[in-house]
């Protein structure tokens, strides 16, 4: 296994609609085991094939995540919908593709989600709360929605002068004295 490199804001691939998996290969379930790793030692708490570069309808979520492999409660799923919702919630929302930016956003705050596990099985998840809004934010990457999406232009603006401004620190040339 090896951990998968991240993805960031605001390369296009995050802004991709993914194509659904037709079957759960064993190719797939490496995806599954390579992305928990990665999420894990990020550390976040969700994350979604397209952010490791891969345009498959398939994430993994944990919202308990714990240090522990005994204390996790690991969602791997495969093309997930969203079959029923209700309710309403704020959370403010981070994500791994946009570092050192959040956004208040509005969710569901029940989900009903079909998908396929890691062996192929159909499942059913009645969620609430955090793993309600994990639900939505992941599910839409694999539409090309990210949360800064929804931040107004001037604050989208001056998050992207700052990330230039740090690339061009990172990339400036050694001073030759
Ligand atoms: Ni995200």
């Known amino acids: 296994m090896s951990l998968l490199p991240i993805i960031t804001y605001p390369n296009p691939v995050l802004k991709t609609v993914c194509k659904p998996v037709e ?16 999420m894990y030692a990020a550390p976040g708490i969700g994350l979604a094939a397209p952010q490791v570069n ?5 994430i993994v979520i944990d919202t308990v995540w714990k240090q522990e492999e005994s204390g996790r409660q690991l ?3 495969v093309n997930p919908v969203i079959v029923e919702r209700s309710g309403s919630i704020e959370w403010e929302e981070g994500c791994l593709s946009i570092p050192e930016f959040s956004q208040i956003m509005k969710r ?35 539409d090309g929605k990210l949360i800064i999406d929804k931040a107004s232009r001037l604050k989208r603006k001056l998050y992207l002068d700052k990330i230039k401004k740090h690339q061009h620190m990172e990339h400036h040339p050694q001073a030759i004295l």
């Open 23 to 38: 079957k759960v290969t064993k190719e797939i379930q490496k995806l599954l085991e390579e992305m928990a790793e990665t």
């Open 54 to 58: 891969v345009l498959k309808r398939v």
């Open 75 to 77: 969602y791997q799923l």
């Open 108 to 142: 569901s705050q029940k989900v009903t989600v079909k998908a396929l596990d890691k062996s192929g099985k159909e499942i059913v998840i009645d969620a609430e709360e955090l793993l309600a809004v994990c639900l939505q934010h992941e599910i839409d990457h694999l």
